[in-house]
């Protein structure tokens, strides 16, 4: 069993950067592929990026590619998404999730992670 509680979201201006944080129970995080999704009103959930058990690979939405940078911290039991030049359609809540123990690859869809965070509310303002 892993749980996931996601931190770092809030308000910023369009331009600005966000560091969003995901801190996980148990023993077994290094593991786990992970990855982050967004959720924006009136708008299904989609796919932000993905890491790898040790974070040698990666994968981003198109909408994100190059502003935005995921990374994972072993000893720390944290995953990280570090946003930049933020826009306004950035907005939304961000969940962290993870993928089920011995998964340890980068997946796309939300149908391959079995553990979810509550979520962080992130805001851009134009």
């Known amino acids: 069993q892993v749980e996931l509680v996601e931190s770092g979201g809030g308000l910023v201006q369009a331009g600005g950067s966000l560091r969003l944080s995901c801190a996980a129970s148990g023993r077994t995080f290094s593991e786990h592929a992970m990855g982050w999704f967004r959720q924006a009103p009136g708008k299904e959930r989609e796919f932000v990026a993905t890491?790898?058990?040790?974070?040698?690979?990666?994968y981003y939405g198109d909408s994100v590619k190059g502003r935005f940078t995921i990374s994972r911290d072993n000893t720390r039991n944290t995953v990280y998404l570090q946003m930049n030049n933020l826009r306004p359609e950035d907005t939304a809540v961000y969940y962290c999730?993870?993928?089920?123990?011995?998964?340890?690859?980068?997946?796309?869809?939300?149908?391959?992670?079995?553990?979810w965070g509550q979520g962080t509310q992130v805001t851009v303002s134009s």
């Open positions: 890491i790898s058990y040790v974070g040698s690979s990666t």
């Open positions: 999730a993870a993928r089920g123990s011995g998964k340890t690859r980068v997946a796309i869809a939300q149908r391959e992670y079995e553990y």
